[in-house]
């Protein structure tokens, strides 16, 4: 069953895959929630522009950003340091699982393994504890 968000539950999702951008941004703003979605790192400054995320939804492997040094950018910067972030990505190696957790990421599952159900559940799960 899908869990149904409080609408003011806002989440910022960065991927700069376009078609897991649009699905998960539909996906997650029929679950009720308030979404913007960048496709890169560096909308993210714009996107917060009187906006603040509950929780923010972070790929790690982009183009022209890694996501581990935006994850430890946003834990850094007092404006964003408390605002979850799980991590979403194709990267499923134990150095880097290790390194985002360390680094401040709240949570963090595999694209390849999870479906965007699991992250929701996990999302969720991150707020109740906020």
Do not use: C, R
Request: no cysteine.
């Amino acid at each position: 069953m899908k869990y149904m968000a409080d609408v003011s539950t806002k989440l910022l999702i960065v991927d700069d895959e376009p078609a897991l951008l649009n699905l998960a941004s539909t996906y997650f703003e029929q679950s009720g929630y308030d979404v913007k979605g960048v496709p890169n790192p560096s909308g993210i400054t714009a996107a917060l522009q009187g906006w603040k995320p509950d929780l923010i939804l972070l790929d790690i492997l982009m183009p022209n950003a890694n996501g581990l040094d935006v994850l430890k950018g946003l834990k850094q910067d007092p404006a964003t340091a408390s605002i979850p972030v799980f991590i979403f990505s194709n990267l499923d190696g134990e150095d880097e699982i290790a390194e985002a957790l360390s680094a401040g990421a709240s949570g963090y599952l595999t694209k390849a393994n999870y479906s965007l159900e699991d992250v929701g559940k996990k999302i969720q799960e991150i707020l109740s504890h906020k």
